[in-house]
């Protein structure tokens, strides 16, 4: 959507709403960074608070008629949370996010929250972004327009011509878009978002971005020794895919690998799951859809990192092809797991991956799968875990922190492993179940060999079945992507 930085005086804005800041204080509702408001209004809406139950708590979103105040016929008030010198970052994408959600179905709109250095700008300028998506796809015409996102805004600021500023946009967009582009194709339909469909969809995501794009269908699997994958698979109708993409510009100053889980629906094959919930594992491939469009926005920003992307997608069905509990699968490189629980098969998928993205040597690599209901159970839904190498682990956390993104360190404990042990393969592909998360994470380390690495489970965040909240909508949420690109511009700033 068309997005303009503007340093023009916000009440002569001629938009369909103009967004302002609230915040909580000790005497009621405050107004923050709208001294540009006429006074009469301001007074009017800071009189009418109390009334009207506006607070300016975090999330609070309301709408009001201006009266020929401004030139805007409507005012829109986005809490920012308890009153503060100063907001951080996510505070205000937080807030800029829930205003434009709330403003599905209006064409333009400006927002003039706090932006008055580049930080603010950037983060006003992606919350806005974020807030405004819809996924319309399967709506009539009438009900997806009422649901369109805003189309158009302007950002008021008085950095508007600072290259600096502008160039903040330039990311926040590339970002949005990165993040946009994956929640689609988590909220696609399983009928529509199979195996095949995903790697058409992907190599028409990276056409004309510089990326090269391989596709290895079941022959390519099996003459590649991909057993995770393809016994994954197996049990349904739609062959599984590996998708290969890789972003590699000119004297990169590092190498990092991304591998995706992308169960497109995993209904758990043999072991299957209860039905209640079972709709919500459409979302089982949110970390392959994340990596794919992670590396695209790398790519977008010329980032000077070499990014592959491993996306692996399987369905995960029951039938009389799919794989059985007890079954002996040879991941790619050779080592062997007993499948003791047929709906433990991200992490099976994820192992070929890892084999084929440590064959190329990277300087690290970062795994991201919506990979265990025990991450739930530990950190909730909006809390990500993430485990591996001490120093990578650290520095997804420091990226999480700088993007908005909420990751949590957790350890991978020695005395789990014997739990792996199998009685007669290398590996059972579940431990005990206590601690399940971490005995997923410590499955994968086996796969990595001494490369440096971490796992992201995002099982909980990945899909929104509650109430949207903030730039979060119901349904897929994007998260990881922001966290991984702020990972690799952290090695890009290295060089």
Known sequence: MPLTLTSKDPARISADALIVATAVADDGMVLVGADALPAALRNQLTRAAGTLGITGAADEVRKLPTGGEIAAPVIVLTGLGARAEHYSPETLRRAAGAATRELAGVS???IALPAADVAAVAAVTEGALLGAYAFTRYRDAKTAAAHAPV?????CTPLARESEAKGAVARAEAIAAAVHGTRDLINAAPNDLYPEAFAELAKASVKGTGIKITVLDEKGLTAGAYGGILAVGQGSARGPRLVKVAYSPSRPTAKIALVGKGITFDSGGISIKPA????AMKSDMSGAAAVLHTVIAAARLELPVAVTGWLCIAENMPSGTAQRPSDVITIRGGKTVEVLNTDAEGRLVLADGLVAAVEEKPDVVLDIATLTGAQ????????SAVMGTDA???DVVAAAETSGELFWPMPLPDDLRPGLNSK???LANIGERWGGMLSA????????GSTPWAH?????????EKAAHGYTPVGGTGVGVRTMLAVIEARAAKK
């Open 151 to 155: 189309a158009t805004i302007e950002i």
């Open 108 to 110: 333009a709109v400006a």
């Open 441 to 448: 994470g410590i499955f994968l380390r086996e796969f990595v």
């Open 424 to 426: 007669f393969a290398d």
């Open 392 to 394: 990578v682990r650290a």
């Open 376 to 383: 739930v159970v530990a950190l909730g839904n909006r809390v």
């Open 276 to 279: 209640a919930g079972m709709e």
């Open 456 to 464: 992201l489970d995002i099982a909980g965040p990945a899909y929104n």
